[in-house]
């Protein structure tokens, strides 16, 4: 009982601050998604590794290739609520494993059903090799990839990836016609401006992956838009919590023995928590 209270005010913290940093959860309408659910109700999680939570303990047991945690954003705000959570992110994953089968995986979007009451989603930067573009920048900082040129995602990507994310919503929409839809998009890896030592790249490489981060959160903020779900934007919320600052809600490219993490530049459990406040908060 005294750990659930903790992290309830945990939670409720995180909302507090969340709203005030996104300036009351800008980019989200209408009342809060716990407003109309009751306890029991279902709730379905679909996206990437950005979703997972792979690296943050506890993992999902038993586990699977997906590195689910359960202590992701997720989770924790289906524990807040009473939610009877659905979890099928999976690290790796694209818009198209949503929609389609990924090896031994059914579609993420079979999850969703008539009865489901609220989906989250947080898709779109393995369609544009996001992490891939920041893990080369780090490595050719480091003199440790040959082919540093890699040109950015193509525009015909871009637009691939925006119409993905507007059939996903479109299928929620269709499956679970009483479901809210949120979009939850990428945490913040980088400053503003300027580079660090724990993203390990040069002010010029940290220079083009801010483009793509940017332009990642455009797309997926114009989509959720146009296929009236709605979008909470971690991205924003987490400006102050990149990789280089004092309280990072997300890892960096290097761990202690400066070597490259196992899961570098995915969140950690402190930006899980922010972002299920900000679920928690949103109004």
């Known amino acids: ?13 995180a909302a507090s601050v969340a709203c005030v940093a996104v300036s009351a959860c800008a980019g989200v309408t209408g009342v809060s998604p716990s407003a109309g659910l009751t306890p029991g109700a279902k709730y379905v999680a679909l996206g990437s590794s950005y979703a997972a ?9 038993p586990a699977t290739r997906c590195t689910r945690s359960t202590a992701n954003y997720a989770h924790q705000f289906a524990q807040l609520r009473n939610l009877m959570l659905v979890d099928v992110s999976c690290g790796g994953a694209r818009t198209k494993d949503l929609l389609e089968p ?11 059903t008539p009865d489901t009451r609220l989906v989250t989603i947080t ?31 193509t525009e015909a990507a871009w637009e691939a990836l ?16 009483n479901a809210r839809v949120i979009f939850v998009n990428y945490v913040s890896v980088l400053p503003a401006t300027g580079s660090c030592a724990a993203v390990g790249m040069t002010p010029a490489l ?3 992956n801010r483009a793509i981060a940017r332009r990642l959160a455009e797309v997926t903020a114009t989509a959720a838009r146009d296929s009236g779900a709605e979008l909470l934007d971690a991205a924003t919320l987490s400006q102050a919590h990149d990789a280089c600052s004092a309280t990072p809600w997300i890892g960096g490219y290097a761990g202690p023995d400066g070597k490259m993490s196992r899961v570098p530049f995915h969140p950690n459990k402190d930006g899980m928590t922010a972002i299920a406040g900000a679920l928690a908060g949103m109004k």
């Open 1 to 13: 009982m005294i750990e659930q209270t903790a992290k309830a005010r945990s939670l409720a913290l």
């Open 53 to 61: 939570g792979p690296g943050i303990e506890p993992q999902e047991m």
């Open 102 to 112: 990924w090896k031994e995986l059914p579609p993420q979007l079979d999850s969703v």
């Open 123 to 153: 898709i779109g930067g393995n369609d544009v090799g996001y992490i891939g573009y920041l893990v080369r920048a780090s490595m050719c900082s480091a003199g440790g990839a040959t082919s540093c040129n890699q040109p950015p995602p």
């Open 162 to 177: 925006a119409q993905s994310i507007r059939r996903v919503a479109a299928e929620v929409k269709q499956r679970a016609p």
């Open 206 to 208: 940290a220079e083009g």
